[in-house]
């Protein structure tokens, strides 16, 4: 149930459309809905904007597809992160409208917000091919949050001129999340560049000292520039997710601030 939802219920009492006792019925699986191996936290639209996203790993297909019906059932948009091919079948057996994006790995039941074309973009950009996969879940994870995503692949530090061809894109975004593995430079070159808020990604990728990510982690962490948050190692989701919440809060025309100076600051609080 979201806040719309939980508004026209409140009106049908108002009205004596519904009864308090009708009402309180439909109110007490807002907490959570048990499912016996899981406790689908089905207040979180009501609190977030966005329901509960289920993490596949670890999970089996028959305890996702019964996290997916119970949010179906509710009207909610159901989407599975980390999810293989494998799972993807089994999902749309039982849910033909079920669709997959390989390179994020997720699968989205229902269908997400039309992007409101009063909120900026979310850029993702990557140091290399080898990011895509991290880089996808953050796009996909955006756009099923309703806004739009431009892709700036495999520009990373060891060739800069392919980030500056794309200043135009990631001076217009509302954030930009920078998914990069080896040693993250690249966060701190587009944190210098850009006055929207960056989220760092460090991803696993990258030869022996990279550790498997800590290296861009650290990297990301000991930043100098200004502006630049960062995420835990592939969390291509949580960052995907934070820069749509950015991007939500502050709505501006699609021209302001093309040039990233203070002469762009025409953001106005979203209602």
Do not use: W
Request: glycine fraction near 10%; include cysteine.
């Amino acid at each position: 149930m979201n806040a719309d939802e939980v508004a026209k219920l409140l009106e049908a009492v108002r009205t004596g459309e519904v009864s308090v006792a009708e009402a309180v019925d439909r109110l007490r699986a807002l907490p959570f809905a048990d499912l016996g191996f899981a406790k689908l936290d089905t207040h979180r639209e009501l609190r977030k904007g966005f329901p509960e996203v289920i993490y596949s790993e670890g999970k089996t297909p028959a305890q996702v597809i019964a996290i997916i019906r119970r949010l179906r059932e509710d009207g909610r948009l159901a989407v599975a992160s980390r999810a293989s091919p494998e799972l993807y079948r089994a999902v749309a057996a039982d849910f033909p409208d079920a669709r997959y994006n390989e390179a994020a790995r997720m699968i989205v039941v229902g269908e997400p917000p039309q992007p409101d074309p009063a909120f900026a973009p979310v850029a993702v950009v990557t140091g290399g091919t080898a990011d895509l996969p991290v880089a996808e879940e953050a796009a996909m994870t955006a756009e099923t949050m309703g806004r739009r995503v431009e892709r700036i692949y495999d520009v990373g530090v060891a060739g800069i001129h392919r980030l500056l061809h794309h200043q135009e894109a990631l001076f217009r975004a509302g954030a930009v999340v920078v998914v990069a593995g080896m040693e993250g430079a690249l966060a701190s070159v587009v944190g210098g560049l850009v006055r929207a808020p960056v989220i760092a990604v460090p991803t696993s990728v990258g030869y022996g000292a990279s550790f498997r990510g800590l290296a861009p982690l650290l990297a990301m962490l000991n930043t100098c520039a200004p502006g630049v948050a960062v995420v835990n190692i592939d969390n291509g989701f949580g960052a995907g997710y934070f820069a749509a919440l950015v991007v939500g809060r502050v709505a501006r025309p699609a021209e302001a601030g093309r040039r990233g100076g203070p002469e762009g600051l025409a953001a106005e609080a979203s209602p």
